[in-house]
């Protein structure tokens, strides 16, 4: 962090971080990379061939991403978020 800090203030020279904000921000960094992975995960698990039958209709690729990737990573999405969060 302190690294960090020195970046916008050259003149610092200790960054000190309580351990409860150290240990949430750990948690959290933590977390945030796995359910990341799930989501990424789930969006990439969305049938090419359905991707494609979208496209042949015309859909732009925000429709796209809402009406069919969206859609379909829900039924993959829901049980990995919910393993996660039940242990």
Do not use: H
Not at 6 to 16: C, I
Not at 26 to 31: F, Y
């Amino acid at each position: 962090m302190t690294n960090l800090a020195q970046l916008f203030d050259p003149e610092v020279k200790f960054v000190d971080i309580p351990p409860f904000w150290a240990g949430a921000l750990a948690i959290s960094l933590v977390a945030g990379a796995y359910l990341t992975e799930i989501f990424r995960g789930a969006f990439l698990g969305a049938d090419p061939g359905t991707i494609d039958c979208a496209r042949a209709l015309g859909l732009k690729p925000l429709q796209i991403f809402f009406l069919v990737r969206f859609r379909r990573c829900g039924g993959s999405l829901c049980p990995a978020s919910a393993t996660r969060r039940s242990r």
